[in-house]
T-cell receptor
C-alpha cells in the first residue's frame, strides 16, 4: 500500500482531448513532484511544488499544466497532447523539496497513451 | 555524455546465479547514490543506499568507486522474484535533484 495514490492508473486519450491526472499523498509531506518515464528512458523531473507553490518547471511544454490546490493534492492537466507524450507519469512527494533518494515516495503511476 | 549511464540489458540469468550491474556518473562532485528497483508497470522503490565503504543487505551488495565514478550492485543467489529493472540514482549536491539512470533489466529464469 502506498502513501501516494494516483488516478487514473491507465488513460487513453486522443490528441484533441482534455484530461487530468490526479495525485494525492497521505504522508503529510510539503513537496510534490511530477515525473515522466518514457520507454527505455530515465525518469525526467517535470514539475516541483513546495507548499503549493511551483518551484521548478523543467522546460515542460505548455500542453502539460500542473495544479496544486493544497499540499496533499497535485493535478496534471493534459491538452492537445502528441503521441510522443505517451509514457508513465509518476507523482512523488517528500517532506521537503530537496529529498534524498530515501526520503522521496512515488505513486504507482498513471499510464498514458495518446492516440 | 549522459549524467548517469547504465547498461540497459536485459540480463538473463538462471536462478541461483550471481549478477552484477554497474552504473557510471559524469559529475565527480556527486555526493549521494542509490539503487532503486522497478517492477514491470509499477513505480520505482528504493532498494538500498550506497555508502562510500560499501554496504550489504542480505543477498545484495552495493559499492561505490569514486575514482572511477561508478557504483555497482551485486545480487547473489538470484531468485525469480529479483526479475525487475534496477535504477541507479545520483544526487550531485545536498538539496540537488535526483538524477536517474535508464535502468538495467534483469530477468531470472528457472
Amino acid at each position: 500500500e502506498t502513501g501516494v495514490t494516483q488516478t487514473p492508473r491507465h488513460l487513453v486519450m486522443g490528441m484533441t482531448n482534455k484530461k487530468s491526472l490526479k495525485c494525492e499523498q497521505h504522508l503529510g509531506h510539503n513537496a510534490m513532484y511530477w515525473y515522466k518515464q518514457s520507454a527505455k528512458k530515465p525518469l525526467e523531473l517535470m514539475f516541483v511544488y513546495n507548499f503549493k507553490e511551483q518551484t521548478e518547471n523543467n522546460s515542460v511544454p505548455s500542453r502539460f499544466s500542473p495544479e496544486c490546490p493544497n499540499s496533499s493534492h497535485l493535478f496534471l492537466h493534459l491538452h492537445t497532447l502528441q503521441p510522443e507524450d505517451s509514457a508513465l507519469y509518476l507523482c512523488a512527494s517528500s517532506q521537503d523539496p530537496a529529498p534524498s533518494g530515501n526520503t522521496i515516495y512515488f505513486g504507482e503511476g498513471s499510464w498514458l497513451t495518446v492516440v | 555524455r549522459k549524467e548517469v549511464e547504465q547498461d540497459p540489458g536485459p540480463f538473463n540469468v538462471p536462478e541461483g546465479a550471481t549478477v552484477a550491474f554497474n552504473c557510471t556518473y559524469s559529475n565527480s562532485a556527486s555526493q549521494s547514490f542509490f539503487w532503486y528497483r522497478q517492477d514491470c508497470r509499477k513505480e520505482p522503490k528504493l532498494l538500498m543506499s550506497v555508502y562510500s565503504s560499501g554496504n550489504e543487505d542480505g543477498r545484495f551488495t552495493a559499492q561505490l568507486n569514486r575514482a572511477s565514478q561508478y557504483i555497482s550492485l551485486l545480487i547473489r543467489d538470484s531468485k525469480l522474484s529479483d526479475s525487475a529493472t534496477y535504477l541507479c540514482v545520483v544526487i550531485v549536491n545536498q538539496g540537488g535533484k535526483l538524477i536517474f539512470g535508464q535502468g538495467t533489466e534483469l530477468s531470472v529464469k528457472p
